[in-house]
């Protein structure tokens, strides 16, 4: 396993309650991983543990066999890309410098870029379909485009796991759908890739398994049809849901209306 | 595309030290000021040599120095408003001289160690504060807790100044305006000596800002050590500032000023800015000390109050962008 949870324990300090409480997981390359739950689930906690940027009070994450504790950060950014929730831009890029910064875990602190490092930012760039999108500043880009240079600055680093959190919040259908079509591609050529993502239905129909966490704990992991259960559903996200079939045999989750769920029947 | 902008960085250094060598009471066409340096038995020789080079080199030095600690901690506090000055490092550095001149330890070498033990107790404090008003640090509450413990620091200097004997008070009081009255080779010497690391520190970190502009949390993401680069940063930034308000007292605004001014023209890159941030900031300190001494002959103006006239414009320019 490329990429492993063993029992993850977290709390936060002066929490009551721990934030991650005895998660365990793991992805393959070749593998797409959806973890859902709901609003403050433990999701970008545990995104963080995964990273050992927190500090467990149980169990162990390993990447490639070995703990993530003994990692340089620069050597885990090689094997592991990650394209955060967040990012504020204070400094201006151009889209080829900040995909750039995907190299500089290969570069070193002093060493230029060598052609090597422009192919990679070249491909990564043509992978996520930004090549037109090179020379123009980061703060002028749309949000679909933005989350395009991240995802090829991830792309970049030539990790073998890749971890996206949240990437199509605030998306629009088309942009949801492309990058979604993408990592799909990415981990189809080999990649081990885990998305953090609040939408159900996509999850479900681009991922080969799903994590369903509430209040820190795995309540249900398996394929989507095993994971998107109507009552579990129902009981995770406080809100009465159907659940019926696409053609394509994934389950899709429909939050009901009051007037619905007495009369509902599981069928739309 | 950036070879003619060098060149004329480089132009730009030479031209701004020859001509700030020939400002003074005596002035000096640029021929002569060559004549000065380069032949001992011209008569521009002394004037050159012993009062003017050394003044304008350590203007260079220092102003260059500030303009890279500016560049440095912007990036690492992730808002462009952040400079020694409004970090509240200059403060602390005067607060530490001021505390040695008064204790009658204030020979060229201890005064920056003072000044350093000063520097790095503000940026203890300044953090100290910024973390407690949330879980998170904030880069603006940063800046606050900056100005906060300026003033303070500014606050007990002056209790000190006016309590000490009357030769230490005119004397520290004449340096905390910041001006490079007390330019001498010696003082070039001291300075360099405590700089050459930090600056080297800083331009080796210059991969690792990059990241850190992004946040902590990208960066840790992209292979950065951010805690190590922090303590590095703040560090060196400290040391810097320390050397700088120990040879010449506190001048404000050149580390705001210079590396944004950079940043337009060349690069946010820090690889690229941070060395033109160090040339740009040299020349912008040549300059303003020049002004400052041929503005209101035979009078001298502090070095600090030329800055800051350029400077407290352009920051409210910068303030208005940032906050739009």
């Known amino acids: ?268 | 595309m950036s070879v003619p902008r060098n060149a004329l960085l480089g132009v730009g250094v030479t031209a701004a030290i020859l001509l700030a060598i020939g400002v003074g009471s005596v002035r000096l066409a640029p021929g002569e000021v060559i004549r000065g340096i380069f032949d001992a038995d011209a008569g521009s020789a002394a004037i050159v040599r012993q009062l003017r080079l050394p003044r304008v080199l350590l203007a260079f030095m220092v102003g260059g120095s500030l303009g890279l600690c500016g560049a440095a901690l912007q990036a690492l506090v992730r808002n462009p408003l952040a400079d020694p000055y409004l970090l509240g490092l200059s403060g602390g550095a005067g607060l530490g001289a001021v505390a040695a001149i008064a204790l009658h330890a204030g020979s060229a070498w201890a005064v920056p160690v003072s000044a350093f033990a000063g520097a790095i107790g503000a940026v203890a404090l300044v953090y100290r504060l910024a973390v407690v008003s949330g879980r998170r640090l904030d880069p603006r509450v940063l800046l606050l807790a900056g100005v906060v413990v300026g003033a303070f620091a500014a606050a007990v200097m002056s209790a000190i100044i006016v309590l000490s004997d009357a030769p230490t008070l005119r004397n520290a009081f004449l340096w905390l305006l910041g001006g490079l009255g007390g330019a001498s080779w010696q003082a070039l010497g001291v300075f360099s000596a405590y700089a050459a690391l930090p600056i080297a520190v800083l331009f080796a970190k210059a991969r690792s800002l990059d990241l850190l502009a992004l946040g902590e949390e990208t960066a840790e993401y992209l292979g950065a050590d951010v805690e190590r680069t922090k303590r590095l940063v703040f560090v060196a930034a400290s040391l810097l500032t320390a050397a700088s308000v120990a040879t010449c007292g506190i001048i404000g605004f050149v580390g705001l000023v210079v590396p944004h001014a950079c940043r337009l023209v060349w690069s946010p890159l820090h690889r690229t800015l941070l060395p033109v941030t160090f040339l740009t900031g040299g020349i912008f300190l040549v300059l303003a000390d020049a002004l400052a001494r041929s503005l209101l002959p035979p009078l001298e103006l502090p070095v600090g109050v030329v800055t800051a006239l350029v400077g407290v414009p352009l920051f409210a320019v910068l303030l208005r962008r940032t906050l739009a």
Request: net charge neutral.
């Open chain 1, 1 to 268: 396993m490329i990429i492993e949870a063993r029992d993850l324990t977290v709390r936060y300090r002066s929490a009551p309650a721990d934030a991650l409480e005895g998660v365990s997981f793991g992805a393959e390359p070749g593998e797409l991983l959806a973890v859902t739950g709901p609003n403050g689930s433990g999701k970008t906690t545990l995104l963080r543990a995964l990273l050992g940027l927190l500090p467990l009070r149980r169990g162990v994450a390993l990447i490639g066999g070995r703990p993530v504790g003994g990692w340089a950060r620069d050597a885990l950014a090689r094997e592991v890309g990650v394209v955060p929730q967040r990012e504020e831009i204070v400094f201006p890029l151009r889209v080829r410098e900040m995909v750039m910064l995907g190299r500089y875990a290969r570069l070193g602190p002093t060493a230029p870029a060598q052609p090597g490092d422009r192919d990679a930012v070249a491909r990564a760039l043509a992978r996520c379909d930004a090549t037109q999108l090179a020379h123009r500043r980061v703060d002028e880009l749309s949000g679909g485009e933005w989350q395009r240079v991240r995802l090829a600055r991830a792309i970049a680093q030539e990790p073998r796991v890749l971890i996206l959190d949240e990437p199509t919040v605030s998306l629009d259908v088309r942009h949801e759908m492309e990058l979604f079509e993408l990592v799909r591609q990415l981990v189809d050529d080999g990649l081990a890739g885990i998305v953090i993502t609040h939408e159900l239905n996509l999850a479900s129909r681009f991922a080969d398994r799903m994590l369903l966490l509430d209040q820190g704990r795995v309540v249900r992991t398996g394929r989507p049809n095993e994971v998107l259960d109507r009552d579990v559903i129902s009981r995770v996200f406080g809100w009465p849901v159907a659940v019926t079939t696409w053609c394509d045999g994934s389950p899709q989750v429909i939050p009901l209306r009051p007037a619905e769920s007495s009369t509902e029947s599981g069928k739309p």
